[in-house]
Structure formats: structure tokens, C-alpha cells
């Protein structure tokens, strides 16, 4: 199938550009009823499903505004064991739009959890990163309606990554340094393995991981 314009894949920045470290500014809600910022989100939903990823934000894309594009299925965890997935909380996240959105964790016992993330403006990479289990999003759709999510688990990792990015922030700043790992070594040495057991052999604190 040709791709039709609207389908068209966006490059995707890579850090060291300062488009990555802006605080991005609100999009103007009536703007989500012009063509081209319509087109825009479907490029980017086409840009992440093909990179692929399961988090796109527009500062990626060059565009230092407050929308990202989220989804998750098992086409992308489909490799991940039974036990990775139930320990991430890692489930289906549909399609989703966010514009303007307000983070605000939830209690959740544990508050915090920590696993291996990655981010496609940082290739080759992956690290250690705590971050809420349970978080609120309130935020507007691509259509401008008002909406409030709740997200548990790795939809709530994506919506905290996604709204770091922005706010000008890398899972980087986040990561334990003594945590990042090639993807290709994470592949080959700790895929399955518990994430404390990794820690001992590199040498970073594990708390609210398991
Ligand atoms: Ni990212």
C-alpha cells in the first residue's frame, strides 16, 4: 500500500537537540480543528507505530508544543514472558491523545516503580527509571474534549515519559547512570531477568523495583 501524505513518516529528533529541552507551549484548543495540525497527528501516530515505539511527543518531531501520541499492544510486547508483563502491569493502551495535559500521581501501594525504559530520541539506550505507578492525566483530546485518565502501571510509565518530554525532560535525567545499558547488551545479558539482580551486578539501588 502507498502511503498517502497524512501517513508520511516524520524524522524523529535526537537529544543534543535543544528542541528536546524546551518546555513546550500549549496548543490553542480551536488549532485541533485545522487540517494540518489534524495531519500532524496522524503522522505521528504512523511515525511512532513505525519506529516502532509506544510513545511519540511533539517535541520529537520538531514541534515544541503539548501533545504526544501514546499506544500499546501485544504487537509490541508480544516478546515479553508472562511474568515481565504481570511485574510491569504492562497492558493494552489504545490509541491515545494528549493535549495540554495535567499530571498528578495517585497513592498506590507501591508509589513508586522502577524498570528498564528507552526513548526513540535516544537510540541504542536503556535505563533504569522510578516513576509513579499510578497517575491522573487531565488533559484535552485530538478533537479538544475535555478528559481525564487514570493509568496504572506501564500506560502510567508512557504518560509520565511522554509528559516529561514535554516539559524539556529526558528519562535520562531520571535514569540511574550506573543502570544504561545497550540495547543490545540488555538483550543479551538481562532480558528476563529480575531487575534487583541486574542492579547487584551493576551496582545501582533497586527501591520500588521487583
Ligand atoms: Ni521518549
Not at 505521528?44 to 511527543?57: C, H, I
Not at 511533539?58 to 515481565?84: C, K, N, T, W, Y
Not at 525504559?117 to 497517575?135: A, N
Request: aromatic share 6%; net charge negative; hydrophobic share 40%.
Amino acid at each position: 500500500m502507498t502511503a498517502t501524505p497524512s501517513e508520511a513518516l516524520l524524522p524523529i529528533v535526537q537529544a543534543g537537540d535543544p528542541v528536546l529541552r524546551y518546555a513546550a507551549v500549549p496548543v490553542d484548543p480551536s488549532d485541533l480543528a485545522r487540517r494540518d495540525v489534524q495531519q500532524l497527528i496522524a503522522r505521528m501516530k504512523a511515525t511512532m507505530e513505525a519506529a516502532p515505539g509506544v510513545g511519540l511527543a511533539a517535541p520529537q518531531i520538531g514541534e515544541p508544543v503539548q501533545l504526544a501520541v501514546m499506544s500499546d499492544g501485544p504487537e509490541r510486547f508480544s516478546h515479553l514472558s508472562a511474568a515481565d508483563l504481570a511485574a510491569r502491569e504492562r497492558t493494552e493502551l489504545p490509541f491515545t491523545v494528549i493535549v495540554n495535559p495535567v499530571l498528578t500521581p495517585l497513592p498506590s501501594d507501591p508509589a513508586m516503580v522502577g524498570f528498564y525504559e528507552g526513548c526513540l530520541s535516544v537510540p541504542r539506550l536503556t535505563g533504569f527509571v522510578r516513576r509513579h505507578r499510578v497517575v491522573r492525566v487531565d488533559c484535552i483530546d485530538e478533537h479538544g474534549e475535555p478528559r481525564t485518565w487514570t493509568f496504572t502501571g506501564w500506560p502510567a510509565r508512557i504518560a509520565q515519559h511522554e509528559i516529561d518530554h514535554l516539559r524539556g525532560t529526558l528519562y535520562l535525567d531520571r535514569a540511574e547512570t550506573r543502570s544504561l545499558s545497550t540495547v543490545e547488551n540488555y538483550g543479551e545479558l538481562w532480558a528476563g531477568v529480575p531487575t534487583t539482580d541486574v542492579a547487584a551486578a551493576l551496582g545501582f539501588p533497586t527501591d520500588g523495583s521487583r
